[in-house]
């Protein structure tokens, strides 16, 4: 017997829950790739993706995930034997940092570890050491998606300048456009990555880099650049075909279009705001279980959570059992550990892009009774915590 027949909450930190809007708007017979209604829709699709990511400069399009937006950041800027200083705050870094390397480019990686956020300090220090500027680009992941902490892009960037270093910034927002604040060009990020099936509401297979006039300056001397990864022929095509170097994702572009259309609605501040609130709702909730039990949040300082994604440790491989009661009972689908050891004392639940705050209560709510059901130690009431902070802010 079980409750989870109905509707579930994919609460997984991506791909994330799509609209109903958006999920229309594919359901739609193949159309025209080269005049009519597609074509015509990218110079406002280009223009509301860079007010997402607050940039004036440029946007490239691709048939991807995010592991292909990894490289073709890279490859437009680099070429083999040049070197990257990757600060890794969890999994995601060293995944970018593996790609750089395949692609015959030397990522050192500063490591922060999986609980606390890319100290500027340092990373102004270790660039003060490259007294030859060998380090061309660093890299950072805003939101790891598996640890849940956020780095603060502005001050990283402040320490690049104020080692007096021409290394490129570049951002991987894959986890968190569209739920952090993100401020491109105010925060001086040269080049940002980010992908369709999370804060964008989109399926996966869309990968967007935004990238500014200094990093386009460097591709002219990239050595590993290729042919479909190139972003210039995809930022100023003659021809629409061109947007993708071959035939576009038809079906993607409309559902991206309908999501573009719900968040200009709303708008960028009043999102950033909702995931905020949301989010604080879920530490209250964490943070009332954990007093009388081993549930802790992964990211011990609210400043460095994402509003995104929240990383808990279980304290015992009863994570596992957790997740399993509330899939198959409940209908709540919750993130596994991800690169982090042991890899099922850790959880995850994401609450991006299209959540509300009855699908949070109501996936806190699940929670607390899997606890019960599994037998984790917590202390009961949480989801009250929660639903103050949501009725106090909303």
């Known amino acids: 017997m079980t409750l989870a027949n109905g509707r579930t909450y994919l609460a997984i930190p991506g791909p994330s829950v799509m609209p109903e809007r958006v999920i229309r708007a594919m359901m739609r017979a193949a159309p025209n790739i080269y005049h009519g209604e597609l074509p015509d829709m990218m110079p406002g699709l280009i223009r509301d993706l860079k ?10 399009m691709y048939i ?3 592991h292909g937006v990894w490289e073709a950041a890279l490859a437009n800027v680099l070429s083999p034997g040049d070197r990257v200083l990757v600060a890794s705050t969890g999994h995601f870094a060293h995944g970018w940092a593996e ?6 480019i030397q990522a050192e990686i500063l490591e922060f570890g999986t609980r606390a956020p890319v100290d500027p300090d340092r990373l102004r220090q270790r660039l003060l050491q490259d007294g030859n500027e060998t380090i061309r680009a660093v890299l ?20 690049i300048d104020a080692a007096g270093h021409d290394a ?11 739920c952090d604040r993100m401020e491109m060009d105010a925060w001086g990020v040269d080049v940002l990555i980010t992908g369709s099936q999370k804060g964008l509401m989109t399926p996966p297979g869309l990968g967007f880099v935004f990238y500014n006039d200094k990093a386009d300056r460097r591709r002219d001397d990239a050595k590993a650049v290729s042919y479909y990864w190139d972003w210039r022929t995809r930022t100023t095509p003659e021809v629409f075909y061109r947007y ?27 999102i950033w705001r909702r995931h905020e609130i949301l989010a604080s709702a879920v530490w209250a909730a964490f943070d009332h279980w954990g007093q009388d039990g081993p549930l802790e949040l992964n990211a011990t300082d609210p400043a460095f959570r994402s509003h995104a994604v929240t990383g808990i440790r279980a304290g015992s491989d009863k994570a596992t059992a957790l997740r399993a009661w509330c899939e198959e009972r409940a209908g709540l689908i919750l993130g596994i550990g991800l690169g982090m050891e042991p890899s ?19 996936a806190l709510a699940t929670i607390e009774a899997g606890l019960k059901a599994v037998g984790i130690p917590h202390r009961g009431g949480a989801v009250e915590e929660a639903a103050a902070i949501i009725a106090d802010r909303a």
């Not at 490129?168 to 569209?178: E, K, N, P, R, W």
Request: charged letters at 15%; a negative charge.
């Open 51 to 60: 007010a997402v990511a607050r940039t004036r400069h440029h946007a490239a």
């Open 64 to 66: 991807c995930n995010g």
């Open 99 to 104: 790609v750089a390397r395949s692609l015959g």
């Open 140 to 159: 950072v992941v805003q939101t790891d998606t598996a640890t849940g902490i956020r780095s603060d892009v502005s001050a990283i960037r402040q320490a």
């Open 168 to 178: 490129l910034l570049m951002v991987d927002s894959i986890a968190c456009l569209g």
């Open 244 to 270: 993708f170097a071959g035939t576009a994702p038809t079906h993607h572009l409309h559902a991206l279009r309908e999501a573009l259309d719900m968040i200009g609605e709303e708008g960028i501040e009043a």
């Open 344 to 362: 099922d004392h850790f959880f995850r639940l994401g609450h991006m892009g299209h959540v509300n705050a009855q699908m949070v209560l109501g």
